[in-house]
């Protein structure tokens, strides 16, 4: 069965940090670029920092700097590190792996929940 299960969210004050982990089946973690998206109420889904199979990483531009993208590749783990954090960084943060090049359609966690406080 093939899932996506994050777990690190949580409430923390502005300036704050907290670190989000994926842990993905090994079918799609090896062939995928693994991203970390954020839902705010009201709002859309917006990309917030990607890591291909290679390392390569890139981020929404208004959290470069204090987030960072990592993976293990032995623990099948993808990594969201935030530092500095703002309220408006409050969101749904939601794990994905872009399987749609090696098994035609992409997959996502059940989400997680971050709230700062000002």
């Known amino acids: 069965q093939v899932q996506l299960v994050e777990s690190g969210g949580g409430l923390v004050q502005a300036g704050g940090s907290l670190r989000l982990s994926c842990v993905a089946s090994?079918?799609?973690?090896?062939?995928?670029?693994m991203g970390w998206y954020r839902q705010a109420p009201g709002k859309q889904r917006e990309l917030v920092a990607v890591?291909?199979?290679?390392?390569?990483?890139n981020y929404k531009d208004s959290v470069k700097g204090r987030f960072t993208i990592s993976r293990d590749d032995a623990k099948n783990t993808v990594y969201l590190q935030m530092n500095m954090l703002k309220p408006e960084d409050t969101a749904v943060y939601y794990c994905?792996?872009?399987?749609?090049?090696?098994?035609?359609?992409?997959?996502w966690g059940q989400g997680t929940q971050v709230t700062v406080s000002s």
């Open positions: 994905n792996a872009d399987s749609k090049v090696v098994l035609g359609r992409s997959y």
């Open positions: 090994v079918i799609i973690f090896n062939v995928s670029p």
């Open positions: 890591i291909t199979t290679g390392g390569i990483t």
